[in-house]
């Protein structure tokens, strides 16, 4: 197309239009085009007397779809600076691009819009059929395009409107959700400062009681120390003078006499063990009973405990089996404090198995060492296998032959050398205690 005269302007931006329209673009592109057209047009017109405009489907390429180009050849030079300035719209805004060319002795402008994906694609066919149209439907009066540009004024007007109304009815609701936001932050916050304000009282609460725990234990241990130290001078004496009674330099009894002073005497000395087991568990619960470190030679103390506990097994249905730890068998612990542990387990296996044996046994682990004695005797149900550890637990049926006190004491013990003590039972089968210790103690 010849832009020369000033109603060439009114032609170009309608072809621009029609243009835009014939190959897909949208009414708002539509109008981005011929706007920016009819600007470049007017000031080309008015600087150089005119140009040449020329509309341009360039084939598409990999990085980027159809475009529709437009370029216009200045009938002069306009340098590019003074032409992007010149504008009273900001054309390259209407655009995705716009290139001056100031090059040569004609500038060349050169704007382009792209083709949505779906439109109907330019091959050669189309394009020959847009020629055809193009040129049957001639251009209007400059006075048809001022009406149809008006029209399109106001239609971009109420778009205008309608977005706003639009962002007006956002606006509204981003404000009303920031203060069911604010509301619930609010609520959250209150909620999780009465949550603090509960654990904090939970925590003294809890300290209040563990306190109150830790005195009720020192307590008892007191008390049992107490008691079971004022009891130990009056219970040996009975003991003491129920022996003088049966001496043989004392005046001679009854049969009756005589089997009525050794229930005295047995008596008291069950209580005597009980009143000294009480003692022992008192003193190591108090944390006063510390261990005098030093090697011990396991080979000793096994050897000890198999001479005093073989008078023990008397049934000649339980063998006492006590191995020989492997060499080297020493570990640094308390002698005395670990034969107790040992004998309590041996002593318990002894008296609860009917037949079978009774074994202990010692394997080296690599820091430590595992004395284990075992048994064939009834066992202990799953579910007792802890509560035989509490003080004065005894099960059903074995209340007479013994205190309850002596496998709390034993873990006691094992604890305080630095070690553990645990069972595994087969109820029926026998039971296992293990004793685990450090191979260096203290
Ligand atoms: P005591 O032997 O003086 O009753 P313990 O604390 O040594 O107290 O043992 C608690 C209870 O655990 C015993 O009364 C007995 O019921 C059970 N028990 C302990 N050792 C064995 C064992 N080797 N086999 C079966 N039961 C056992």
């Known amino acids: ?24 673009l949208e009414n708002q592109d539509q109008i981005r085009i011929a706007t920016a057209l009819s600007e470049v047009a007017r000031y080309l017109l008015g600087r150089v007397g005119g140009a040449d405009v020329t509309f341009l489907a360039p084939p598409a390429t990999a990085g980027c779809g159809p475009v529709l180009r437009i370029d216009l050849t200045a009938l002069g030079a306009v340098p590019a600076d003074e032409l992007r300035h010149g504008q009273s719209v900001p054309v390259g805004r209407l655009v995705d691009s716009l290139d001056v060319d100031d090059r040569g002795a004609a500038t060349v402008v050169r704007m382009s819009r792209r083709i949505p994906p ?35 004024l106001i239609t971009a007007l109420d778009e205008v409107r309608t977005q706003r109304d639009e962002l007006a009815v956002l606006n509204d609701e981003l404000a009303e959700t920031n203060r069911g936001v604010m509301a619930l932050y609010g609520q959250l916050s209150e909620e999780l400062e009465e949550t603090n304000r509960g654990v904090v009282a939970l925590y003294a609460e809890l300290d209040e009681k563990s306190a109150q725990l830790r005195a009720a234990s020192e307590a008892k241990s007191r008390f049992l120390a107490n008691v079971s130290h004022e009891l130990r001078a009056p219970v040996t004496a009975i003991l003491g003078l129920a022996r003088l009674i049966t001496d043989s330099g004392s005046d001679p009894l009854t049969e ?31 944390g006063r009973l510390e261990p005098s470190w030093d090697e011990v030679d396991l080979r000793v103390v096994f050897g000890q405990l198999r001479g005093t506990l073989r008078a023990l097994a008397t049934s000649a249905k339980v063998e006492l089996v006590v191995e020989e730890p492997p060499q080297p068998a020493t570990i640094r612990s308390d002698e005395v404090l670990l034969s107790q542990v040992l004998r309590n387990l041996l002593h318990n296996g002894l008296k609860f198995t009917e037949s079978g044996e009774v074994r202990m046994r010692a394997e080296r682990l690599a820091d430590g060492w595992r004395l284990i004695v ?4 009834p066992g202990i149900p799953h579910e007792l296998q802890n509560r035989i550890f509490e003080e004065f637990y005894q ?34 089968r026998g039971s296992t205690f293990v004793v685990t210790l450090p191979t260096h103690g203290g």
């Open 374 to 377: 075992s048994d064939t005797g």
């Open 256 to 286: 009756e006499q005589s089997r009525q002073v050794e229930l005295i005497r047995t008596s008291a000395a069950d209580l005597l063990s009980l009143v000294n087991d009480l003692l022992d568990l008192a003193k190591a619960e108090s």
């Open 395 to 428: 099960l059903p049926g074995t209340r007479s032959r013994g205190t309850g006190l002596g496998l709390s004491y034993a873990r006691r013990l094992a604890t305080l050398l630095g070690g553990s003590l645990e069972l595994t039972s087969e109820p029926g």
């Open 1 to 24: 197309m010849a832009l020369r005269v000033e109603h060439d302007i009114f032609v170009v931006r309608q072809r621009g239009r029609e243009v835009a329209l014939a190959v897909g």
């Open 118 to 152: 779906g439109a109907e694609p330019l091959d050669n066919d189309r394009l020959r059929r847009i020629r055809a149209d193009l040129a049957a439907n001639s251009p209007g009066t400059p006075l048809d395009e001022l009406a149809l540009q008006n029209q399109q």
